[in-house]
Protein backbone atom coordinates (compact mmCIF):
# COMPACT_ATOMS: atom_id res chain seq x y z
CA UNK A 1 0.00 0.00 0.00
CA UNK A 2 0.70 3.80 -0.10
CA UNK A 3 0.82 6.80 1.47
CA UNK A 4 0.40 9.71 -0.61
CA UNK A 5 1.22 12.64 1.81
CA UNK A 6 2.37 16.36 1.95
CA UNK A 7 5.60 16.87 3.43
CA UNK A 8 6.01 14.69 6.19
CA UNK A 9 4.26 12.65 8.96
CA UNK A 10 5.06 14.41 11.82
CA UNK A 11 3.63 17.01 13.36
CA UNK A 12 0.27 17.58 16.09
CA UNK A 13 -2.96 15.40 15.91
CA UNK A 14 -4.22 17.59 13.63
CA UNK A 15 -2.14 17.62 11.14
CA UNK A 16 -3.97 14.89 8.85
CA UNK A 17 -0.76 13.56 6.89
CA UNK A 18 0.16 12.31 10.46
CA UNK A 19 -3.51 11.15 11.65
CA UNK A 20 -3.13 8.74 8.72
CA UNK A 21 0.35 7.37 8.63
CA UNK A 22 -0.40 7.01 12.72
CA UNK A 23 -3.66 4.90 12.27
CA UNK A 24 -1.81 2.76 9.78
CA UNK A 25 0.98 2.45 11.73
CA UNK A 26 -1.09 1.59 15.05
CA UNK A 27 -3.03 -1.01 13.09
CA UNK A 28 0.31 -2.99 12.28
CA UNK A 29 0.59 -1.41 8.31
CA UNK A 30 4.03 -0.13 7.00
CA UNK A 31 2.95 1.83 3.86
CA UNK A 32 5.18 3.04 1.54
CA UNK A 33 4.79 7.07 1.80
CA UNK A 34 5.35 9.17 -1.00
CA UNK A 35 5.89 12.93 -0.63
CA UNK A 36 3.33 14.98 -2.70
CA UNK A 37 4.92 18.21 -1.39
CA UNK A 38 3.42 21.49 -3.43
CA UNK A 39 -0.26 23.18 -2.25
CA UNK A 40 -3.09 21.76 -2.91
CA UNK A 41 -4.77 25.27 -4.07
CA UNK A 42 -2.31 26.06 -6.95
CA UNK A 43 -3.80 26.18 -10.29
CA UNK A 44 -3.19 22.17 -12.19
CA UNK A 45 -0.65 23.63 -14.30
CA UNK A 46 1.63 24.26 -11.45
CA UNK A 47 1.38 21.02 -9.37
CA UNK A 48 4.35 18.46 -9.07
CA UNK A 49 4.24 15.27 -10.88
CA UNK A 50 3.57 13.43 -7.45
CA UNK A 51 0.71 15.98 -6.78
CA UNK A 52 -0.96 15.11 -10.10
CA UNK A 53 -1.08 11.39 -9.58
CA UNK A 54 -3.23 12.23 -6.86
CA UNK A 55 -5.71 13.93 -9.18
CA UNK A 56 -5.42 11.23 -11.48
CA UNK A 57 -6.41 8.61 -8.64
CA UNK A 58 -8.80 11.16 -7.01
CA UNK A 59 -9.54 13.57 -8.57
CA UNK A 60 -8.46 16.27 -6.09
CA UNK A 61 -4.74 17.13 -5.29
CA UNK A 62 -5.81 17.08 -1.52
CA UNK A 63 -3.83 14.66 0.76
CA UNK A 64 -3.07 11.92 2.56
CA UNK A 65 -4.53 9.55 0.09
CA UNK A 66 -4.22 5.91 0.61
CA UNK A 67 -3.89 3.71 -2.18
CA UNK A 68 -4.81 -0.02 -1.56
CA UNK A 69 -2.49 -3.20 -2.75
CA UNK A 70 -6.22 -3.62 -5.09
CA UNK A 71 -5.58 -0.04 -6.43
CA UNK A 72 -8.25 1.62 -4.34
CA UNK A 73 -7.50 4.96 -3.28
CA UNK A 74 -8.83 6.42 -0.17
CA UNK A 75 -9.29 10.26 -0.19
CA UNK A 76 -10.30 11.77 3.28
CA UNK A 77 -8.31 11.24 6.59
CA UNK A 78 -11.00 10.11 8.56
CA UNK A 79 -11.56 7.66 6.07
CA UNK A 80 -8.04 6.54 5.61
CA UNK A 81 -7.94 6.05 9.70
CA UNK A 82 -11.62 4.38 9.84
CA UNK A 83 -9.95 1.88 7.00
CA UNK A 84 -6.93 1.47 9.15
CA UNK A 85 -8.89 0.59 12.37
CA UNK A 86 -11.18 -1.67 10.71
CA UNK A 87 -8.12 -3.85 8.76
CA UNK A 88 -5.47 -4.61 11.17
CA UNK A 89 -2.40 -6.24 9.27
CA UNK A 90 -2.28 -9.86 9.61
CA UNK A 91 1.31 -10.80 10.71
CA UNK A 92 3.64 -12.33 8.66
CA UNK A 93 4.49 -16.25 8.86
CA UNK A 94 7.78 -17.53 8.05
Known amino acids: MR ?3 CW ?3 GSSHHDC ?9 AGHDPQTVKAKGQEHL ?3 LQLKVRREVHAL ?3 FFVPVLVL ?5 INQPDEIVAWARSHPAT ?3 A
Open 3 to 5: LYI
Open 8 to 10: STN
Open 18 to 26: HKAHQALVE
Open 43 to 45: PAF
Open 58 to 60: TGS
Open 69 to 73: DDGTA
Open 91 to 93: PQT
